[in-house]
């Protein structure tokens, strides 16, 4: 029996059988009574003599247990550790949640200084804004593997809760074992890891706008170590909610831009379908986790509106698909005591497929009109085919307990090869458009007590940029065209506990973020890109105080950050105008940027029955370019706030528990939540301030929902109400989000 507890009774003398069920006890001379237990088995006991030089070989019989086990809850330590490091990160719990209608970006709405920012409905564009950056500037990471150019599929609104076990979030300063070159911060989602005999895992939600969610998620573990787990999961939704539009009208050609009408979504179905599996080995002597993996991913979107919602689509669309075989290895104490290493790999084929040909141009109200040209934006039927190469190596070596000292390497080569449609025959553009990435870390952390801790560390950046290059204004011709940049940074972390409820965490770093894929080469649509865009580079530093009590039944948990960002050559996502009054987002350099601020916490628990928090964020990212460029003329907007980025906005939720209602084992949870966005600016605050058609105005959005899981969770029924006041909700450059909606959701789970 492999991994059965041996332990003579009443002392500390015990340990595990390995694999081959052998086990092995030195304790002094004496009587004992020796125990063995193993999960699922009866438990054995014989009384035994050792005495002193003898070496005895005994064996034991056990034989299955035939009893119901009581639910068992292991409580993880890794909210802990996180809390003890000095880093700004907290980790959120998604066990507790498994059986609501959430998404893996509705899971980290609530936590200090994030903002969700959503294009649209299921399948649209979101962004994270975390601590005044947003969208690229924030990494986002599944067990440490970086995602950048793995698809929608696996955007965080598309993912659901039940999918991972938590998600850790680093604000600013992160640890070099990421890798990363994140300014903002950075989001790692960590799947389940633990050993579990068999489980399945299911949930169906269907709701408003003809929206449908499934997700089924099975595997095992055998006792000889061999583990397989199988993920999948899909979205579809019509996404026809009412939006306020102008509507062109197409006798007189106008378009009034004041004036708004109701209207009905009615080119914008979208579809995903995921499924990822892994197989391979747990628990071996020569490896914790060995596994082979792959994920093939499918989407289909409907393109309804562009940039800006006075431009509509009827026929435009996109689809895709991708494949992704991946390795991952990990090893505690590898050849010596203190050494762990994790290595990943994966090469991910993703396609995508861009349909513009139509001949006709709509309006709102779904109206068409035949044009003298084809293509509702730019006339194309193009595949892009997208190669993503990723590997990632982190091994931390632990010397007393004291002293730990980790070395991590990222590496990540990225080639896109575009096909015109367009004709009989392929045209494949004759330049590729190439990147490759190489992030090196090095770091030492001191922890001589659990009262504080010291980090430092050095990062080395790398990046080579290759690709088409017009050679003149007219875009007549390209030339192939490199370039690389490098970058060394550095930094520091620490955390001193100046009471045991009352912790201090200061870190440092002069950061850099290499561009990425979509900044340097767009997205073949509606993002342009620019092959010559620069790294950003910033000295950020983060301060904050935290403090967590528990008294009886009562738990209050405050937090308190200050955040301070100086940023060069800022990579900033704006509108472009193109011909015959469309428009784009296009990625620009600006010289420098200051970002202020500050985001305070604060949740009280009362038993296990109820739960209140609230959540406020003022960021200001501001220009801090005294002067027009190279010119000596003053800068106008010097001072101004960037814009379109929220600078000020909070949450606040309250969750009842009714537990063991009915039946032991049964609770009833009722949760309220609510966000609050104050007005912003999506162009520049020099003439978009007093112009109602350049504000995203003040929002105030309420949220309900109410569960009812059985059998400690084995089985669960949920109700939810979003936008329960029908609240105007926009975003991006003012594009309107969904008002009032309703879902249901149904789980169940079986196994251990």
């Not at 342009?528 to 904050?544: F, V, W």
């Not at 996502?573 to 420098?592: C, I, P």
């Amino acid at each position: 029996m492999d991994f059965a507890t041996v332990q003579l009774e009443g002392t500390s003398y015990g340990g595990a059988t390995n694999d081959k069920g052998v086990y092995h006890l030195e304790a002094p001379a004496g009587e004992y009574t020796l125990t063995v237990k193993a999960m699922g088995y009866q438990t054995v006991s014989k009384k035994v003599t050792i005495r002193s030089g003898e070496h005895q070989k005994i064996n034991l019989k056990i034989a299955p247990a035939e009893m119901e086990l009581d639910e068992v809850q292991v409580q993880a330590s890794h909210t802990d550790r996180i809390k003890k490091s000095a880093f700004n990160a907290i980790a959120v719990d998604l066990k507790g949640i498994a059986g609501l209608n959430k998404n893996l970006g509705d899971a980290i709405a609530s936590v200090p200084g994030i903002k969700l920012r959503e294009s649209g409905g299921v399948g649209s564009d979101m962004q994270v804004t975390l601590d005044g950056f947003s969208g690229k500037h924030v990494k986002v990471f599944i067990d440490g593997v970086p995602q950048e150019g793995v698809g929608s599929s696996f955007g965080l609104n598309n993912i659901p809760v039940n999918f991972a076990d938590r998600i850790e979030v680093y604000r600013g300063v992160v640890p070099v074992g990421f890798g990363a070159d994140a300014i903002g911060g950075v989001i790692n989602i960590v799947t389940k890891q633990q050993r579990q005999s068999w489980f399945a895992d299911a949930a169906y939600t269907f709701g408003s706008f003809n929206t449908h969610k499934s997700y089924i998620n099975f595997g095992q573990t055998f006792r000889n170590g061999l583990t397989y787990e199988i993920n999948a999961f899909q979205n579809y939704s019509d996404n026809n909610y009412w939006v306020d539009a102008p509507v062109q009208n197409f006798e007189t050609g106008a378009l009034n831009v004041k004036n708004l009408v109701r209207v009905q979504r009615f080119h914008d179905t979208y579809h995903n379908e995921a499924i990822s599996g892994k197989v391979g080995v747990k628990g071996k002597s020569w490896a914790d986790r060995m596994l082979f993996g792959f994920t093939f991913s499918n989407m289909y979107q409907d393109v309804q509106n562009g940039v800006k919602q006075k431009i509509v689509y009827g026929d435009k669309h996109r689809r895709g698909h991708s494949f992704m075989p991946s390795f991952e290895y990990a090893k505690r104490n590898l050849f010596t005591k203190g050494l762990d290493v994790v290595f990943t790999a994966n090469y991910n084929r993703n396609v995508t497929t861009q349909v513009d040909t139509s001949q006709y141009e709509y309006n709102w109200l779904g109206e068409k009109h035949l044009m003298n040209s084809r293509g509702e934006q730019s006339y194309q039927h193009m595949r892009s085919d997208n190669n993503n190469w990723n590997s990632t190596l982190t091994a931390n070596y632990r010397l007393h307990d004291i002293h730990t000292f980790t070395l991590s390497h990222v590496f990540n080569a990225f080639q896109r090869n575009n096909t015109s449609l367009l004709a009989k025959e392929e045209q494949t553009d004759p330049i590729a458009k190439e990147t490759r990435k190489n992030i090196t870390g090095l770091s030492y952390r001191l922890m001589p007590s659990d009262k504080w801790n010291l980090t430092t560390f050095g990062k080395y950046y790398r990046q080579y940029v290759a690709g088409p290059l017009s050679e003149d204004e007219t875009q007549s011709n390209y030339v192939r065209t490199e370039g690389t940049n490098d970058f060394y940074g550095f930094g520091a972390a620490g955390t001193y506990f100046i009471l045991p409820e009352l912790q201090a965490k200061l870190s440092y770093e002069r950061a850099c973020r290499l561009p990425t894929i979509e900044e340097t080469f767009g997205d073949e649509d509606l993002e342009t890109g620019d092959i010559g865009i620069k790294p950003e580079r910033s000295d950020n530093i983060n301060l904050n105080l935290l403090f967590s009590k528990q008294i009886r039944k009562h738990g209050l948990f405050l937090e308190g950050g200050f955040v301070y960002r100086n940023t060069k050559d800022y990579i900033q996502r704006q509108l472009v105008s193109l011909s015959g009054g469309k428009e784009a987002a296009a990625y620009m350099n600006y010289g420098k940027v200051l970002t202020l601020g500050y985001n305070l916490s604060a949740k009280y628990n009362f038993s296990k029955w109820l739960s209140v928090g609230v959540n406020f964020t003022e960021m200001n990212v501001r220009d801090n370019e005294k002067m027009s460029g190279t010119s000596s003329v003053a800068n106008p907007g010097y001072k101004s706030r960037m814009p379109n980025l929220p600078y000020r906005f909070a949450d606040s939720f309250v969750t009842f528990y009714w537990r063991d209602l009915f039946q032991k084992g049964n609770t009833l949870t009722v949760n309220y939540d609510n966000q609050y966005l104050h007005q912003f600016c999506y162009v520049s605050e020099l003439y978009g301030t007093n112009n109602s058609d350049y504000m995203v105005p003040n929002q105030f959005s309420h949220n309900l929902s109410l569960s009812y899981s059985l059998r400690n969770g084995r089985y669960s029924l949920t109700f939810e109400c979003k936008n329960l006041t029908d609240e105007k909700l926009y975003d991006n450059f003012s594009l309107q989000k969904a008002g009032r909606a309703f879902y249901g959701k149904i789980r169940v789970f079986f196994g251990n």
